[in-house]
């Protein structure tokens, strides 16, 4: 089915983080109605949709009146389970399609999509017991990483194995039965490509991004990325790619790993709006929650031509753990956005906000949001 949504339309959307806030705020601007539907309250997505309801994923009869109370249904995040995506598809067009996500919950479904589609990622294979990582290693080789399959983020559940390790403790301590192995990729950099795609086959690929990780965590974002234009056209039609074996209606994310010898192995996907791709609210013709919002509604994508070389860096709990960060000091930096999600908890390693910077150059943007994020630990006069 191919229905479009028109601006005056109700879109539901599942889940209550920042990046349903993001979707909110584009979608709202552009006259939609939005309703979140999350297990918390005073979310982050809440705090600025039209209506919140708050129930849980399970609640077969709270899901169901939610989607029968918008016109369509979209999510923020992966990790809603299969059966309440199922109850919404009953109700009303879920956009991306459930399957989508399926694939996307599960690195090792996620992993075998991929392979089965001729996309070129790290050698892999699924492991459950302490015999099957030995055989892994074996096969694989030192060092790899284990992953949970399922919910992982921002690294948690993901550990490096040297040779020597202690297997049997290390499967032991895992937190899920179904991990994966990988090997460990030498990489010259992390870039990722954000992608929309609508119900008729248009398919518009936002710059590639420049990923910088600290303890796993995605710290900075540089656009665009300072690589060949060899390497940015492979990674675009890679992610098109993608998007169309997927049958992609909205928004998708993929992650890459830039190796030293310079091919591309896709890394992980997410088929909704990425913290990589933060900078194109102050920094593209189009952000991508606008896209999304534009995607999933079945209207024209907009342009994703960038207007300026931008950085972003991500405000992790940790800031906060001397004093209130000084939000004064940081926005006196020149050319400098701030972004705060309305989360109360500061807790460390969470996100709690980003700056955007743009500037001539990248380096020069770089330079800007690392000086407006170390002056929030300035202290205040
Ligand atoms: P997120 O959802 O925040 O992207 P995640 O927990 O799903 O994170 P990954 O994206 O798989 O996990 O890994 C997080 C980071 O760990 C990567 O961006 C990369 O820096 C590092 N990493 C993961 N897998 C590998 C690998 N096979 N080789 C080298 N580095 C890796
Ligand atoms: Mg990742």
Redesign the pocket.
């Known amino acids: 089915m191919n229905r479009t949504y028109p601006p005056g339309a109700t879109i539901g959307v599942m889940g209550g983080g920042q990046l349903g806030r993001m979707f909110a705020i584009a979608a709202r601007r552009m006259g939609y109605r939005v309703v979140v539907f999350t297990p918390e309250e005073n979310t982050p997505a809440g705090q600025l949709a039209d209506l919140t309801r708050i129930a849980d994923y399970t609640n077969e009869a709270a899901v169901r009146r939610f989607a029968a109370d918008v016109d369509l249904v979209t999510f923020e995040f992966e990790n809603i389970p299969v059966h309440t995506v199922t109850w919404c598809a009953e109700e009303r067009d879920v956009r991306p399609a459930g399957s989508v996500l399926h694939i996307a919950q599960n690195r090792l479904r996620e992993k075998n999509f991929m392979n089965s589609a001729g996309i070129p990622v790290?050698p892999f294979l699924r492991v459950r017991n302490a015999r099957e990582l030995e055989s892994a290693i074996a096969e694989i080789g030192c060092p790899a990483?284990l992953?949970t399959a399922a919910f992982?983020?921002?690294?948690?559940?993901?550990r490096t194995i040297n040779a020597g390790d202690d297997l049997g403790e290390i499967v032991n301590a895992a937190s899920a039965d179904e991990l994966v192995l990988?090997?460990?990729?030498e990489?010259d950099k992390?870039v990722s490509v954000i992608v929309a795609r609508s119900a008729n086959g248009d398919i518009a690929a936002f710059p590639l991004c420049e990923?910088i990780?600290r303890d796993?965590?995605?710290d900075l974002t540089v656009a665009p990325a300072r690589v060949d234009e060899r390497v940015e056209r492979m990674a675009a039609d890679l992610a098109r790619s993608i998007a169309s074996k997927l049958n992609l209606v909205g928004l998708l994310a993929v992650?890459m790993?830039l190796t030293t010898d310079g091919n591309l192995l896709v890394?992980?996907l997410?088929p909704r709006p990425h913290?990589s791709g933060h900078w194109t609210i102050e920094g593209c013709a189009t952000s991508q929650f606008e896209q999304h919002v534009r995607a999933v509604c079945g209207m024209p994508l907009g342009v994703t031509e960038i207007l300026r070389p931008a950085a972003m860096a991500n405000l992790l709990g940790d800031l906060w753990s001397e004093h209130e960060p000084n939000w004064a000091a940081a926005l006196q930096t020149s050319g400098v956005h701030l972004h705060l999600y309305g989360k109360e908890d500061p807790r460390p390693r969470r996100k709690m906000g980003h700056v955007t910077a743009l500037a001539a150059t990248c380096a020069e943007a770089i330079e800007r949001v690392t000086a407006a994020r170390d002056a929030l630990r300035a202290g205040r006069k």
């Open positions: 790290a990483i992953k992982g983020y921002d690294g948690k559940g993901q990988e090997r460990a990729i990489f992390e990923n990780h796993h965590i995605l992650e790993f890394n992980e997410a913290n």
